[in-house]
């Protein structure tokens, strides 16, 4: 007469093995994620303030957003007289184009009559601004 199969120690230990491998590797799938930074952060990428240039970060926003009314040309008749086109004038109103572009209690929301400038032209202003406001 033969022995019940599950009374055999060696299939038992074999069984617990491949139990316990079977376990590891589902835990290994089932925790494994296929994430990058660009999909956790999709923005980190496109943002970079840690070098910010007047020239090369700032005045391209300025060009897009804000020179319809506060160029040298315009702001006279658009902007109540605040022109920032020149690096002096920018840098004077650093601190306050800081507080409209991010629509601040006591500050006039800019743009006017738009909206509020996407996350990453606020943060680059901000950091220039925050840097003392450079002509570099």
Same mark, same amino acid.
């Given at each position: 007469?033969?022995?019940? =199969? ?5 299939? +038992? ?11 590891? =590797?589902?835990? +290994?799938? $089932? ?13 980190? !990428?496109?943002? !970079? ?11 391209? %926003? ?19 007289? =605040? ?5 002096? !004038? ?6 306050? %184009?800081?507080?409209? %572009? ?11 009559? $738009? !909206? ?5 032209? %606020?943060?680059? =202003?901000?950091?220039? $601004? ?7």
């Amino acid at each position: 007469m033969t022995e019940p =199969i599950f009374t055999n120690v060696n299939f +038992m230990e074999e069984m617990v093995r491949k139990l316990i491998l079977l376990t590891f =590797i589902v835990s +290994m799938v $089932a925790g494994c994620a296929w994430e990058n930074e660009e999909t956790l952060f999709p923005e980190s !990428d496109l943002c !970079d303030t840690l070098d910010v240039s007047y020239s090369g970060d700032v005045v391209p %926003i300025f060009t897009n957003h804000c020179y319809t009314c506060h160029s040298n040309s315009n702001a006279p008749d658009f902007a109540q007289g =605040i022109a920032f086109e020149d690096y002096e !004038d920018a840098s004077t109103y650093a601190s306050t %184009i800081v507080g409209t %572009i991010n629509h601040l209690q006591g500050f006039p929301a800019m743009p006017k009559e $738009a !909206d509020k400038l996407d996350t990453c032209s %606020i943060i680059t =202003i901000e950091a220039w $601004a925050n840097m003392g406001a450079p002509n570099n």
